[in-house]
């Protein structure tokens, strides 16, 4: 387990070696071949390092790599901008967000797919600015207004990557008592909740309720995201959020836990059309 920063750069560093090896390469010969001290090769394979767009170019031409989405990904680990056009609008607002947190909205940007199981709110990607402002305000001890209305803006922010072309892939299961705590009074609630009808008839976004009827489940021990990135599954990441910090499990026999036991949710979860029926249910109710 690694925090966040640190994840980036072993995940990148052991991609270059995957490739390096594919290529036929030794370190040494790797390194002989773009000019380098071996030892500056090593360091970028282990994440001992940081590692410059301009190097990991240098080094993907070395190994003949010709991907442009698979390019493309590995420079934005490294710094380069966003995948798919999705920039670093994040940098804007360094003074009022962990780096934890800011990893994690950088690994959303890049990714393509996302996995998600929320047992308290609604995702992120999917909250009203009411909502979200009633959630960061109870999450977050002490802000002020300004620091308030920047952290709304950062989640509403965030969203655009459902938007993007081609957009994040959105799969999410939500315990029911997502749907039934009343977050920010009756009207932020019913918004809230006709906001996520709206967002499970886009192509892109798939919801699956998982009813109090279901009994108890492997989501019992708290939520999860998984992400992942187009072209390789070796660059997936499950993170797992506690009260003061972030848990980033690179693993690939972690990664393959939690996505098993994300299949095994949606298996007890209602269907995507049951889904539907069940929160406007509730909906009507509220």
């Known amino acids: 387990m690694q925090h966040g920063p640190a994840v980036r750069r072993r995940k990148l560093g052991a991609e270059l070696r995957a490739l390096r090896t594919n290529a036929g390469l030794t370190s040494g010969e790797a390194a002989r071949l773009v000019g380098w001290h071996q030892s500056k090769v090593s360091r970028i394979e282990t994440g001992a390092s940081g590692v410059k767009p301009a190097d990991v170019r240098i080094l993907l031409d070395a190994y003949g790599v010709r991907d442009p989405r698979l390019r493309e990904l590995l420079l934005a680990l490294a710094g380069s901008g966003g995948v798919q056009g999705r920039d670093h609008w994040w940098h804007a607002y360094r003074g009022v967000l962990p780096p934890t947190y800011r990893d994690f909205i ?6 393509s797919a996302m996995r998600t199981l929320e047992t308290s709110v609604v995702p992120g990607l999917l909250q009203t600015p009411d909502y979200a402002r009633a959630v960061t305000r109870a999450a977050v001890e002490g802000l002020d207004e300004d620091g308030l209305d920047a952290l709304v803006e950062v989640r509403l922010a965030r969203q655009d990557v459902l938007r993007s072309q081609p957009p994040l892939r959105l799969c999410a299961v939500l315990d029911e008592a997502v749907l039934r705590r009343e977050v920010g009074g009756p009207d932020v ?5 006709h906001r996520l ?19 108890a489940h492997i989501g019992v021990t708290g939520p999860f995201v998984v992400f992942s990135f187009s072209n390789t599954s070796d660059l997936d990441v499950v993170v797992l959020d506690h009260l003061t ?5 690179e693993r690939k026999e972690d990664v393959e836990a939690y996505t098993e036991a994300f299949d095994a949710l949606r298996r007890n979860a209602l269907s995507p059309e049951e889904s539907l029926d069940y929160i406007a249910v509730i909906s009507d109710g509220a």
């Open 106 to 111: 950088s690994l959303e940007s890049q990714a």
């Open 189 to 193: 609630m019913r918004r809230q909740l």
């Open 197 to 215: 009808l709206e967002a499970a008839r886009l192509p892109q976004v798939r919801l699956q309720v998982l009813p109090f009827s279901a009994g």
């Open 245 to 249: 910090s972030s848990l980033y499990l």
